[in-house]
T-cell receptor
Framework: GENVEQHPSTLSVQEGDSAVIKCTYS??????FPWYKQELGKRPQLIID?????GEKKDQRIAVTLNKTAKHFSLHITETQPEDSAVYFC????????????FGTGTRLTIIP | DSGVTQTPKHLITATGQRVTLRCSPR?????VYWYQQSLDQGLQFLIQ???????AKGNILERFSAQQFPDLHSELNLSSLELGDSALYFC?????????????FGEGSWLTVV
């Protein structure tokens, strides 16, 4: 089955700086890669996603890049703000057959004011 | 609000007992997923149903079972509860089971086993 590795497990950045979280996946059939943000005790919320026919996607301060050859994808947050502090999960999903999302282990991002 | 409704929000029960967690998916969503999140842990996939039928299974214990009813709501049954079953259980739904459809999570059900 699919295996998703996520690094780093914790990340602290100064407010205003950029944060990068990286994930690798194992199943080359995976073609959908969402990122979720989870605040303490709350539900995971989708913040951005990318499909395998696209190499990069941006939404304001958030961007995701995908390298299908290397089977890795990354989340980039620019101009970080205190409200960006949360746990971020990457995930991968195979198109057909086993359609569940497999999540990475999460990155606890702390923005230092 | 994601549109996915879970009940109860909080539940405290004793070891050895049985509980049922309930989930109503977003209107129009045919797929329901159950995930378990222990304290400071990641999201562990338990099981997926699509239009009433089991579609995918993760590391779900034999003591746990689930089903999806004709009205598409789903229930997760946890029996012979152990202390280690204490966790946040999330239900999620998507339009279909086809890869690429966004999965929306409910607020979760906090289960504490004492």
């Amino acid at each position: 089955g699919e295996n998703v590795e996520q690094h780093p497990s914790t990340l602290s950045v100064q407010e205003g700086d950029s944060a990068v979280i990286k994930c690798t996946y194992s199943d080359s059939a995976s073609n959908y890669f969402p990122w979720y943000k989870q605040e303490l005790g709350k539900r995971p919320q989708l913040i951005i996603d990318i499909r395998s026919n696209v190499g990069e996607k941006k939404d304001q301060r958030i961007a995701v890049t995908l390298n299908k050859t290397a089977k890795h994808f990354s989340l980039h947050i620019t101009e970080t703000q205190p409200e960006d502090s949360a746990v971020y999960f990457c995930a991968a999903r195979v198109a057909f057959g086993n359609e569940k999302l497999t999540f990475g282990t999460g990155t606890r991002l702390t923005i230092i004011p | 609000d994601s549109g996915v409704t879970q009940t109860p929000k909080h539940l405290i029960t004793a070891t050895g007992q049985r509980v049922t967690l309930r989930c109503s998916p977003r209107s129009g969503d045919l797929s329901v997923y159950w995930y378990q999140q222990s304290l400071d842990q990641g999201l562990q996939f338990l099981i997926q149903y699509y239009n009433g039928e089991e579609r995918a299974k993760g590391n779900i214990l034999e003591r746990f079972s689930a089903q999806q009813f004709p009205d598409l709501h789903s229930e997760l049954n946890l029996s012979s509860l152990e202390l280690g079953d204490s966790a946040l259980y999330f239900c999620a739904s998507s339009v279909t089971g086809v890869g690429g459809n966004t999965i929306y999570f409910g607020e979760g059900s906090w289960l504490t086993v004492v």
